[in-house]
Nanobody, 125 residues
Framework: QVQLVESGGGLVQAGGSLSLSCATSGRTFTTTVMGWFRQAPGKEREFVAAIRWSGGTTYYVDSVKGRFTISRDNAKNTVYLQMNSLKPEDTAVYYC??????????????????WGQGTQVTVSS
């Protein structure tokens, strides 16, 4: 089993920044990809970003490219999401997720077997 704990959400004005963290524990060594998803009220869960533990390849949804940066600290088993130039439409609950699959399409929620509890990000206009 792998446990994920997110932190760092909060309220920020448009144009501001927030940094999310996802601390992993348990059998983290079995995971290959870490992802961030978000879900706004009344909307489906949406892929935001992902990163591979090995090699650090990153993936982003188009709407956050150039504004968000995903990174990982292998020694700390922690993944981060730095969010800059935040917009009201970024408001959502942000979830960290882990996948133990290889060679997968990282943007699909179904490949992630482990999820955190979520952290609220609210961007005011």
């Amino acid at each position: 089993q792998v446990q994920l704990v997110e932190s760092g959400g909060g309220l920020v004005q448009a144009g501001g920044s927030l940094s999310l963290s996802c601390a992993t524990s348990g059998r983290t060594f079995t995971t290959t990809v870490m992802g961030w998803f978000r879900q706004a009220p009344g909307k489906e869960r949406e892929f935001v970003a992902a990163i591979r533990w090995s090699g650090g390849t990153t993936y982003y949804v188009d709407s956050v490219k150039g504004r968000f940066t995903i990174s990982r600290d292998n020694a700390k088993n922690t993944v981060y999401l730095q969010m800059n130039s935040l917009k009201p439409e970024d408001t959502a609950v942000y979830y960290c997720a882990a996948s133990a699959r290889f060679g997968t399409v990282v943007r699909v929620a179904d490949i992630y077997g482990y999820w955190g509890q979520g952290t609220q990000v609210t961007v005011s206009s």
